[in-house]
T-cell receptor, first 113, second 111 residues
Framework: DVKVTQSSRYLVKRTGEKVFLECVQD?????MFWYRQDPGLGLRLIYF???????EKGDIPEGYSVSREKKERFSLILESASTNQTSMYLC????????????FGPGTRLTVT | GQQVMQIPQYQHVQEGEDFTTYCNSS?????IQWYKQRPGGHPVFLIQ?????EVKKQKRLTFQFGEAKKNSSLHITATQTTDVGTYFC???????????FGKGTTLSVSS
C-alpha cells in the first residue's frame, strides 16, 4: 500500500513564525502536491512538484514556498505565518500523469495565533 | 480558469434513502475521479472514469461520466450510516495539468 505521511497532525504557531510542513511518500512517486482545505472551499492546490527540485504554482501559492530536495520528500514552507493561514494542510502524491489517482496523507491542522 | 462545480454542498438523508451528488466542468475533462473523506480523515480515492458515457458500480455506489465528458454523478442507493462523509469529484485537464477538485458534498445520514 502507498503510504503518505505528514510530520505533524496538529501544529500551533505564532504570527510571523516560519513554519515547515513535511510530507514523505514511500512509493517513488514522481508527483507530489500540497493542498489546503477550508470549510466550504474544498481542496485548493497550493503547489505541486513533478520531479526533484521542480515545482509549479497551484491556485493559491501566495505566502507559501516549497522544497523538494529528494524524490520522497516535499516540504511546504510558510515564510511568515499569518492567521489567515490557519487551515488543514493535505499532502498527496501520484505517479505518471499529474491527473492520475492521488494518495493523500493524514493532514496537518495548523493553527496560527 | 477551469472550474469544477459540485452540488449540493450539503445533503442530509434518512438511512435507507438514496443520495446523488453532481459535478459539472466548464471544459471537457480527460477523466473524472471521485474521492471520499470520512469525518476527521483524509480523501481516499474511490474510482476513475475515462470514457464518454461510462458507468461504473461499486456495490451501492453508481458513478456516471457524461457523454460530453463535462459532467459526472455519484449515486448511492439505500444509504447507510457508514456512507457519512464528504464526497469530492476531481477533473483531469486535457492539457495534462493537476486535478481540479470540486468543493465537495457533505453527506449526513440519520438512523
Amino acid at each position: 500500500d502507498v503510504k503518505v505521511t505528514q510530520s505533524s497532525r496538529y501544529l500551533v504557531k505564532r504570527t510571523g513564525e516560519k513554519v515547515f510542513l513535511e510530507c514523505v511518500q514511500d512509493m517513488d512517486h514522481e508527483n507530489m502536491f500540497w493542498y489546503r482545505q477550508d470549510p466550504g472551499l474544498g481542496l485548493r492546490l497550493i503547489y505541486f512538484s513533478y520531479d526533484v527540485k521542480m515545482k509549479e504554482k497551484g491556485d493559491i501559492p501566495e505566502g507559501y514556498s516549497v522544497s523538494r530536495e529528494k524524490k520522497e520528500r516535499f516540504s511546504l514552507i510558510l515564510e511568515s505565518a499569518s492567521t489567515n493561514q490557519t487551515s488543514m494542510y493535505l499532502c498527496a502524491s501520484n505517479e505518471g500523469q499529474r491527473d492520475y489517482e492521488q494518495y493523500f496523507g493524514p493532514g496537518t491542522r495548523l493553527t496560527v495565533t | 480558469g477551469q472550474q469544477v462545480m459540485q452540488i449540493p454542498q450539503y445533503q442530509h438523508v434518512q438511512e435507507g434513502e438514496d443520495f446523488t451528488t453532481y459535478c459539472n466542468s466548464s471544459t471537457t475533462l480527460s477523466n473524472i475521479q471521485w474521492y471520499k473523506q470520512r469525518p476527521g480523515g483524509h480523501p481516499v480515492f474511490l474510482i476513475q472514469l475515462v470514457k464518454s458515457g461510462e458507468v461504473k458500480k461499486q456495490k451501492r455506489l453508481t458513478f456516471q461520466f457524461g457523454e460530453a465528458k463535462k459532467n459526472s454523478s455519484l449515486h448511492i442507493t439505500a444509504t447507510q450510516t457508514t456512507d457519512v462523509g464528504t464526497y469530492f469529484c476531481a477533473g483531469g485537464n486535457q492539457a495534462g495539468t493537476a486535478l481540479i477538485f470540486g468543493k465537495g458534498t457533505t453527506l449526513s445520514v440519520s438512523s
